[in-house]
């Protein structure tokens, strides 16, 4: 089939990985009509609980792979750690948006962040990591303090740290445990920001509004939008997003993350070849959702307009809400504000640090938006508001 050639709504989508972003693009896909198999290790998932076909095997078991692409007419990922060699078995019988290139450059921060360079994209010094000399070295040129993280396969700021004395350099490397690593210099940041931008295969653009971002012992907690940034910056933070988003010739929805540094420049901190927990506002918010987007980037369809109906704010809820409140969260009392919208992605076993849903509101402004949504997550806990 010609790659621009449309993938009409009645074919099949197959997601690999099946978490709350698999969940959440599989029940856009079936509104516009499609049908969804997810492929993952995990039974009953929650994306498993809402597509036509939950298969249940191994990222490494090529065959059953195989057998998963045939039966679609497209396949996506929800999570960037699947492996090379899956996307590759995929791709051998339909096609993977976006590709296994994109795939393989962006699961490998190293790899990830010289390729940004190269490409004249702005992102912190950085170094590669082989042994305590290199992160000697690499702090002796970079200056301290600087992040330590593991090259591959970290996300919510598991497996990095913040260097900040030469006596902590062996004790950090120690925490690599022999895994490759890149040491980058400290970025120096007033805000964080995120945006979430979709490309076809014709190279039609379309970027979401950028949202902003607070981070709670290094996962999102809070994201508003619109950004409180001044509309040149908002400007270039999709410029940027355009770049690499070309650059990479992405077929799909591409999520570049980045620090707003004080002395008011945009730096790139990581990217997402997809959907992206900051984007969960546009599911009440935007006039397309993100998921629906990325249903019609990989399809080929035109995309959505991203227009922001009302500023609008999230907040996560992570398993500890669950610890916190002694058992069932108080969903009426957060519900108490008729205008909170509750998501809760099917996971049956709350963890500390697990996200288990969101809740999102929207309102005249963001102040607002974001004052009423913490208030409606802290009635969650009975003991907070009694
Ligand atoms: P990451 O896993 O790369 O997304 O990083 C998680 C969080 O750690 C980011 O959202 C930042 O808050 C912080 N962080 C990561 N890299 C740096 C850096 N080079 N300088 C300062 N803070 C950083």
Request: proline residues 6%; glycine residues 8%; negative net charge.
């Amino acid at each position: 089939m010609a790659e621009s050639s449309s993938i009409l709504p009645g074919a099949t989508i197959g997601i690999l990985g099946s978490g709350q972003l698999g969940r959440m693009l599989a029940m856009a896909a079936r509104t516009l009509g499609y049908h969804v198999h997810v492929y993952s290790p995990d039974s009953n998932s929650p994306a498993g609980q809402v597509a036509d076909r939950e298969i249940v095997a191994a990222y490494d078991d090529l065959d059953r792979v195989r057998e998963f692409a045939r039966a679609v007419d497209v396949v996506t990922f929800e999570f960037k750690n699947v492996p090379s060699a899956t996307s590759r078995a995929a791709a051998e019988v339909t096609p993977v948006r976006p590709d296994g290139h994109v795939l393989h450059v962006t699961q490998q921060r190293l790899r990830e962040k010289t390729f940004l360079q190269e490409h004249g994209f702005p992102v912190t010094p950085f170094r590669a990591i082989h042994s305590l000399e290199d992160l000697e070295l690499a702090t002796r040129e970079l200056g301290l303090p600087g992040v330590l993280k593991t090259a591959s396969f970290g996300y919510d700021g598991k497996g990095q740290q913040t260097v900040r004395s030469e006596e902590a350099l062996p004790g950090a490397y120690d925490l690599l445990r022999g895994a490759e690593g890149i040491y980058e210099a400290f970025v120096d940041f007033e805000k964080e920001i995120s945006l979430v931008a979709a490309r076809t295969a014709d190279g039609a653009f379309s970027a979401f509004p950028v949202f902003e971002n607070t981070h709670h012992h290094h996962i999102l907690d809070v994201t508003f939008a619109p950004a409180a940034i001044p509309p040149a910056l908002a400007t270039q933070a999709e410029s940027l997003a355009r770049g690499i988003l070309d650059a990479l010739g992405v077929v799909g929805l591409l999520t570049v993350e980045m620090f707003v540094t004080r002395d008011g420049r945009v730096v790139v901190n990581e990217l997402a070849p997809r959907t992206h927990n900051s984007g969960h506002l546009t599911l009440d918010a935007c006039i397309t959702s993100q998921f629906e987007q990325q249903v019609r980037a990989i399809c080929g369809l035109p995309l959505g307009s991203t227009g922001l109906r009302t500023p609008a704010a999230m907040v996560n809820l992570l398993g500890d809400v669950w610890f916190d409140a002694g058992g069932t969260p108080d969903w009426s009392a957060a519900l108490s504000d008729p205008d909170v919208r509750l998501h809760l992605y099917g996971k049956a076993e709350p963890r500390r640090a697990r996200k288990m849903g969101h809740l999102t509101l929207s309102a005249p402004t963001v102040d607002e938006a974001i004052r009423r949504v913490r208030m409606a997550r802290d009635r969650l806990v009975p003991s907070r508001h009694r």
